[in-house]
Antibody
Framework: QMQLQESGPGLVMPSETVSLTCTVSGFPISGGYYWGWIRQPPGKGLEWIGG???????FHSPSLKSRVTMSVDTSKNQFSLRLSSVTAADTAVYYC?????????????WGQGTLVTVSS | EIVMTQSPVTLSVSPGERATLSCRAS??????LAWYQQKPGQAPRLLIFGASTRATGIPARFSGSGSGTEFTLTISSLQSEDFAVYYC??????????FGGGTKVEIK
């Protein structure tokens, strides 16, 4: 059974960079899928951030592209997200997920999410 | 960017009744639409892709229909575990992948 688990700092100061990691278990991250990040501000809807392939190829939401960096570490079966110059508007639960790209482009397995709060 | 609009925002339904949720796209997305269910404190769960194909393990009471700009998720007979928020997501024109604002199905 595949599982994804996000990890991160919880609290971040405004203007800093937040780094999140998603650890995948039960499935190889180099198994031919894209892996993605989605966020959800408290009490609000879902926003797609971006996705990365095992090769390191990425695609991003245009609205966040300038502040987003993604990477993958196949040796640790992990992929990561860095979001720079954060503000209170970046406060959200951040989810990692596996992205299906064959029969469509959607997310079939999700992590439980990690709350990132931007505050001084 | 394609904007997805869901209605109603909140739907009050009695257990055992039928629930009909709508999702509208700002331009045609063909059948490139997915539906998700999210319960409080949990991650979203994939229900439907391709507008009408149920994901693995999803009960037959969930059905999706529509194409172009108008889509519907129907829950034929609401069970207690179905009270949740439902999101649609288009993948016809991306990036970005875009989600609707969600419909909360609550107990009447």
């Amino acid at each position: 059974q595949m599982q994804l688990q996000e990890s991160g700092p919880g609290l971040v100061m405004p203007s800093e960079t937040v780094s999140l990691t998603c650890t995948v278990s039960g499935f190889p991250i180099s198994g031919g899928y894209y892996w993605g990040w989605i966020r959800q501000p408290p009490g609000k809807g879902l926003e797609w951030i971006g996705g990365i392939y095992q090769s390191g190829s990425t695609f991003h939401s245009p609205s966040l592209k300038s502040r987003v960096t993604m990477s993958v570490d196949t040796s640790k079966n992990q992929f990561s997200l860095r979001l720079s110059s954060v503000t209170a508007a970046d406060t959200a639960v951040y989810y990692c997920a596996r992205l299906i790209t064959v029969s469509g482009v959607y997310f079939d397995y999700w992590g439980q999410g990690t709350l990132v709060t931007v505050s001084s | 960017e394609i904007v997805m609009t869901q209605s109603p925002v909140t739907l009050s339904v009695s257990p055992g009744e039928r629930a009909t949720l709508s999702c509208r796209a700002s331009q045609s997305v063909s059948s490139n639409l997915a539906w998700y269910q999210q319960k409080p404190g949990q991650a979203p769960r994939l229900l439907i892709f391709g507008a009408s194909t149920r994901a693995t393990g999803i009960p037959a009471r969930f059905s999706g229909s529509g194409s172009g700009t108008e889509f519907t998720l129907t829950i034929s007979s609401l069970q207690s575990e179905d009270f949740a928020v439902y999101y649609c997501q288009q993948y016809n024109n991306w990036p970005p992948l875009t989600f609707g604002g969600g419909t909360k199905v609550e107990i009447k």
